[in-house]
């Protein structure tokens, strides 16, 4: 796996036609693309966290992935993105919450 799969994943991520599962497993195959240094770092962090924005990817259950995958890739940059997120209701805290976010602990 490498940079040619990575548009695809991130059309899969940002396909609202697609079901949340496979747009998570999107998500966690860009997190082990960032993590075999496959792909740039600060780019995808930044594609990511920007995808918990208002009005971009407004499924909470695919939100709650990509927070996972950020605080699993210690993306301390998207810190008070997902901080946001969680604070406006974007991410189902069934799957997890601010508390299951190492990156949140102060």
Do not use: Y
């Amino acid at each position: 796996m490498g940079p040619a799969v990575e548009a695809v994943l991130w059309d899969i991520l940002d396909d609202p036609a697609c079901k949340p599962e496979p747009r998570g497993l999107a998500a966690a195959g860009l997190q082990k693309l960032v993590q075999n240094q496959a792909i740039p770092r600060l780019p995808a962090l930044h594609a990511l966290a920007g995808r918990l924005q208002v009005g971009r990817t407004d499924n909470a259950i695919v939100n709650a992935c990509i927070v996972f995958v950020l605080n699993c890739l210690e993306a301390v940059e998207a810190k008070d993105v997902i901080r946001l997120a969680f604070e406006n209701g974007r991410g189902d805290t069934g799957i997890l919450d601010s508390r299951d976010i190492s990156l949140l602990e102060d």
